[in-house]
């Protein structure tokens, strides 16, 4: 059973157009992340929601948003992708605090022509 | 930056050998994570040590941790094919979001 959800599973885009990744979750969690993950680094936090409450890491370009409408479902909006955007976009979720495990996606690769 | 520094960064064996890598991080911690990433794929949790634990085990997989040195190790015992794959370490930077480390890629070859 599905518990995190990405959609699509790739994405190709081009530069300067818009896009939307979306995640969706059946765990009823609290905490929703996205990350970016180049090739052969670690996952590097963009953003959490706690509950309706947004987080913004620092140093995460202004080109990234994020919205969550209800406890289910995550989207991650660039808004003029740039080629240092491919990259692949995991999300995942946490029942309460960061101390608590966390489940990914299986992440959306996103390719910028 | 609290991000750990793991060793190796790449680490190839035979299968039925016994796999070791290591996890160094900057500020104390609550707990400490080891997650497995096949390749092209999410995070899969695969422990969680808390800082007053030394030593936890599930199945094949042990892990330590030494908080006067602040680093972890995570043994995988009789190695399998199917245990290639990336491993991170990550700390509770804060209260609500984990640090991931550099990651130890493993090729177990048959």
């Known amino acids: 059973d599905a518990m995190v959800i990405q959609n699509p599973r790739y994405q190709v885009t081009q530069f300067g157009k818009p896009v939307t990744l979306s995640c969706s979750q059946t765990?009823?969690?609290?905490?929703m992340y996205w990350y970016q993950q180049k090739s052969s680094q670690a996952p590097k936090l963009l953003f959490h929601y706690y509950d309706k409450d947004f987080n913004n890491e620092a140093d995460t370009p202004d080109n990234f948003q994020s919205r969550r409408p209800n406890t289910s479902f995550c989207f991650l909006d660039i808004r003029s992708p740039g080629l240092g955007d491919a990259a692949m976009y995991l999300c995942?979720?946490?029942?309460?605090?960061?101390?608590?495990?966390?489940?990914f996606g299986p992440g959306t690769r996103l390719t910028v022509l | 930056s609290q991000q750990g520094e793991e060793d190796p960064q790449a680490l190839s064996i035979q299968e039925g050998e016994n796999a070791t890598m290591n996890c160094s991080y900057k500020?104390?911690?609550?707990?400490l994570q080891w997650y497995r990433q096949n390749s092209g794929r999410g995070l899969v949790h695969l422990i969680l040590?808390?800082?007053?634990?030394r030593e936890k085990h599930s199945g094949r997989l042990r892990v330590t941790l030494d908080t006067s040195k602040k680093s972890s190790s995570l043994l995988i015992t009789a190695s399998r094919a199917a245990d290639t794959a990336s491993y991170f370490c990550a700390t509770d930077a804060s209260f609500q979001k984990l640090v991931f480390g550099t990651g130890t890629r493993l090729l177990v070859s048959p």
């Open positions: 995942a979720t946490s029942r309460d605090v960061a101390s608590d495990t966390q489940y």
């Open positions: 500020t104390s911690i609550n707990n």
């Open positions: 040590i808390r800082s007053n634990e």
């Open positions: 765990l009823n969690h609290n905490v």
